[in-house]
């Protein structure tokens, strides 16, 4: 089943990401202030990324002193996180960087749940990955408790999706993205597949621009990137599919996924919802509620007694 779950086996996504995700020193500096933002006002230490891919996410947050492990499906896309680790192995950040091979699937099993995180993150558009594989989305619902089961009492699971009730009025996907500077991305094609009258899929058909011919000139790897840029057009184009999360529905499992014990803050390209016109991606700030056996009687006095937030 893995194999059939990831896009990215055949490694021609995986090659171009680097090209479609832009330097990682020119990523936004929003995203990363926002990220940095959102986990230092949750007091969080230690970061768990489930969707690592190729690192990006997880080695900007080491060199911001966060303690991170990362894992991810694919080993295509892994290959890069562990060359990463590999040639940074000096810098003890590094050394003590965890990268597992896990399914969402199966994560509580493949990781264990005898350590959990101040913060699960799952970003990029990550989870849209996963198909409903039975039709009434049981197989999201797995996968959340699962992230939900890797976030401490107290601690925070940041998880994202594209607005899909956008895509699915529009028919088409923005190429604007706020993660990546996505300079080399010529053309995103939407397709929507519906399933007796509902959308259950969504195709996106990336096309790259050559590197050589944009303005933008990246000092760094320039010429690392030209060489990823093929002549035949057809590599030089990825297709991903994701599941069509609709707003509504989709905070409505994540309540689930934390047995209704959680505060959930929605953000439009990193704004507060009434701010964000048409946002391209909607970012949720989960906050697992700690129980009464969370704390201790001395702490559920001084909780209760001292703060408005509702625990139970
Ligand atoms: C869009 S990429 C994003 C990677 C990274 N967060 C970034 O922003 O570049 C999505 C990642 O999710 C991983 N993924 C998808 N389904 C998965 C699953 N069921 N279990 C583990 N990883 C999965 C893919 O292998 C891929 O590396």
Known sequence: MVLELDQYADGKAARLWSLYIGDQAQRTKNYKQFLKGILNSYNCETVLDVACGTGIDSVMLIEEGFSVT????????????WSTRWNRRKEPAFDNWDIYEANWLTLTSDLGTERQYDAVICLGNSFAHLPDLTGNQDSHRLALKNFADMVKPGGILLIDHRNYDSILDKGRAPTRNIYYNSQYVSDIKTSVVYQNGSP??????????????????YEDNDRRKKSLFS??????EFTL?????RLSSFRAL?????????????????????????????????????????LGVEEVWQATSSSGEEFF
């Open 70 to 81: 990362s894992c991810d499906f694919s080993d295509k896309m892994l290959k890069s996180a």
């Open 200 to 217: 259950v899929k969504i195709i996106l058909d990336y096309v790259m621009s050559d590197p050589s011919t944009t303005e933008q000139k």
């Open 231 to 236: 002549t035949n057009p057809s590599d030089n």
């Open 241 to 245: 599919s994701y599941y069509p999360h």
């Open 254 to 294: 994540l309540e689930e996924a934390f047995d209704h014990r959680a505060t959930i803050t929605t953000l439009g390209d990193f704004q507060p919802l009434e701010q964000a016109q048409d946002p391209a991606f909607y970012i949720h700030v989960v906050r697992k509620l700690p129980t009464v056996e969370d």
